[in-house]
């Protein structure tokens, strides 16, 4: 496993016997090598600096901060909103934040909404800019995350193992969905960084103690799950049973203070969150199934969108550490068992691969294991390669010539074709991938960017200010970007029916802990969320050829309404699945069909005042 193993040193069988061959891997790699084994002696695999690794992660954060989509409408409705709420006074409540049920998180809410209102007062920045600058500050905190859980890839794994780690990180999907997403499956994925990377390094047990608690507490008390394997390590490889429990006590309790008093403060009353989530989606009658269930493939096909050819190998990289020990003969090094240093993600896959409701965010804690787990198998198979491949030329050219001996070469060099082939592939289809994303479902932001910048037009907008204007949407309302893409609090989002019958946001009223009327967690309609659709000033819709009673083509309404912008928008239904799912230059324009999201202004205000005039 590690990094300072010599290729062809394991590959000498026939000149030395196995245990020979681990004896001198262990005499070479020691520090008390003395100067005649100077010769012998070759150098570790190169790998970037934690300061390299950081400016080449947060330009790759920064680009999803500006140009990723917000895929879950969740994010939307269940954070950014309350978000805006807070900032602004204005935005959609969702069950969840209702003090009847209580499962979300105010505390987690104001650690993002302190900075965005600082920014927004010092620099009097319109909402679209506050949304960017939050999420530029969320991709710098995960590039923070993720050099700390490199440097302790590195040092626990080797350096081989880190930097494949750093290539899997920075082109992932996968990273480039979640790291700046609104999330507190987000944040449960930086202080898993931070938890492992702590232990990786060895350093204080405090650090990863504090990390795991807030990842519970603050973020998704679920995500406490991928902490076992560090509790283990203390309380039974280590035995320092009285340091853990006094830390768990320092920080649990020094967490969930503050945690509940927000909470109960924003609710009215004593609430605490983490465990009401806990209540709900394990023991409620119904729980989270009645949003939606998938079956086994759902997560399968998801990690190979986000991963491609790292997701398989992930899932065998434990096999194969005991499989590629045993062959080549070596001892796993590492102050942790292998089992150990890998079980997290395990864990993880073994209990929400099999719950019925399965969400993308679901995944997002174990991301940067799976990026770590697909580079310990690939430097198992690089090793595997040496020991076979080149131990064979070794003695075909020893019979042949009889050679004595051969020049010490690290494994990483005489199958440094696999890391690359490898890591080429994961590139290229990870690039085609994020780009899939951003050409087929980047319209619904641009329609609303423009919107802010065509109503400064008073030829475009002729409504005065003060005046309350209705933006619609119907069957797009799960795009919806958040209040943050609206001008002003003039402008209000509105829902006008479509065919979803489930139960829609609705608007906060006074305060955060008033209990609104029409409110269920059965995701059972309510239609007092409806407006009719007369008195929608804007409306925003996607032009497809499917109708229905609820749903028609709005765009070809032209006595209704009129187009001010459009933005193409990926018509997956009629699209061929491979090339709408990594973009393929020139066969992706011919086998995807797209469609118009377009923003549209009423007319009938326009046909009453000619009609008055005439």
């Given amino acids: 496993m590690d990094c300072w193993c010599l290729a062809c040193d394991m590959a000498m069988t026939s000149v030395r016997s196995r245990g020979q061959a681990a004896a001198h891997y262990h005499r070479k790699n020691s520090p008390e090598n003395d100067s005649s084994q100077a010769n012998d002696v070759v150098r570790a695999p190169w790998a970037p600096t934690g300061y390299t690794a950081f400016k080449a992660l947060m330009s790759a954060r920064l680009v999803a901060a500006i140009w990723s989509n917000i895929s879950d409408c969740d994010e939307t409705y269940n954070y950014w909103e309350p978000t805006h709420y807070l900032m602004y006074g204005a935005g959609f409540q969702t069950w969840e934040y209702s003090p009847v049920y209580a499962i979300r998180s105010y505390a987690y809410l104001w650690l993002h909404a302190m900075p965005a209102l600082f920014y927004g007062k010092l620099f009097q920045s319109n909402k679209v800019l506050v949304f960017f600058f939050l999420r530029c500050l969320l991709s710098f905190c995960c590039t923070l995350c993720e050099v700390y859980f490199y440097r302790g890839v590195c040092k626990q794994f080797g350096s081989h193992v880190g930097r494949l780690v750093l290539v899997f990180l920075l082109f992932s999907t996968g990273m480039f969905i979640s790291s700046t997403a609104f999330l507190p499956s987000t944040f449960s994925m930086y202080m ?12 204080a047990h405090w650090v990863s103690v504090a990390s795991v608690a807030a990842s519970a507490i603050v973020g998704w008390p679920f995500a406490g799950i991928l902490g076992i394997p560090i509790a283990i390590d203390i309380l039974m490889k280590k035995k320092k049973i009285l340091e853990f429990l006094k830390w768990v006590a320092i920080f649990g309790i020094g967490i969930l203070v503050p945690v509940v008093y927000v909470d109960s403060m924003a609710y009215g009353k004593i609430v605490l969150a983490p465990l009401n989530i806990v209540l709900y989606n394990v023991f409620s009658q119904h729980g989270p199934d009645i949003y939606g269930q998938e079956d086994f493939s759902y997560y399968i096909i998801n990690g190979c969108l986000n991963f491609n050819v790292v997701f398989p190998l992930a899932f065998v990289a434990l096999p194969l550490t005991y499989f590629a020990a045993y062959i080549v003969d070596i001892p796993i090094s590492g102050r942790t068992p292998a089992w150990l240093r890998l079980l997290a993600m ?32 690939v430097d198992c198979l690089q090793k595997l390669y040496c020991h076979v491949v080149v131990g064979w030329r070794y003695r075909r050219v020893q019979r042949e010539h009889s050679t004595a001996a051969m020049p010490y070469q690290h494994y990483t060099q005489s199958s440094a074709w696999l890391a690359i082939l490898i890591s080429a592939a994961f590139i290229l289809l990870s690039v085609s991938r994020s780009l899939a994303l951003y050409k087929g479902y980047h319209a619904p932001l641009d329609v609303y960017m423009e919107m802010n910048w065509l109503v400064q037009d008073k030829a475009v907008h002729s409504l005065p200010p003060g005046k309350q204007v209705n933006v619609c949407v119907g069957k797009e309302w799960y795009r919806f970007p958040s209040s943050f893409f609206l001008p002003n609090n003039d402008w209000h989002l509105q829902f006008i029916q479509s065919e979803f019958k489930g139960q829609l946001p609705k608007p906060y009223g006074n305060s955060t802990f008033v209990i609104p009327s029409h409110m269920n967690d059965m995701n059972l309609e309510e239609v007092s969320r409806y407006m009719d659709i007369k008195y929608c000033h804007y409306l925003i819709d996607l032009d497809t050829p499917q109708v229905a009673p609820h749903e028609p083509r709005y765009s070809g ?17 009629r699209s061929h699945s491979l090339y709408r799912a990594f973009y393929i230059p020139w066969l992706s324009a011919r086998y995807c069909q797209f469609a118009n999201y377009n923003l549209l202004k009423t007319t009938r205000t326009k046909n009453k005042r000619t009609k008055k005039n005439s």
């Fill in 192 to 203: 898993t960084m931070v938890s492992m990377g702590a232990w990786f390094l060895g350093a």
């Fill in 346 to 377: 395990y864990l993880w896959v073994a209990i929400f691969f099999l719950q019925s409701h399965k969400e993308e965010r679901f995944l997002f804690p174990i991301y940067p294991l799976i990026a770590l787990h697909g580079a310990v198998s």
């Fill in 557 to 573: 309404q032209q006595d209704e309404w009129s187009v001010l912008a459009t933005h193409s928008f990926l018509d997956a239904p």
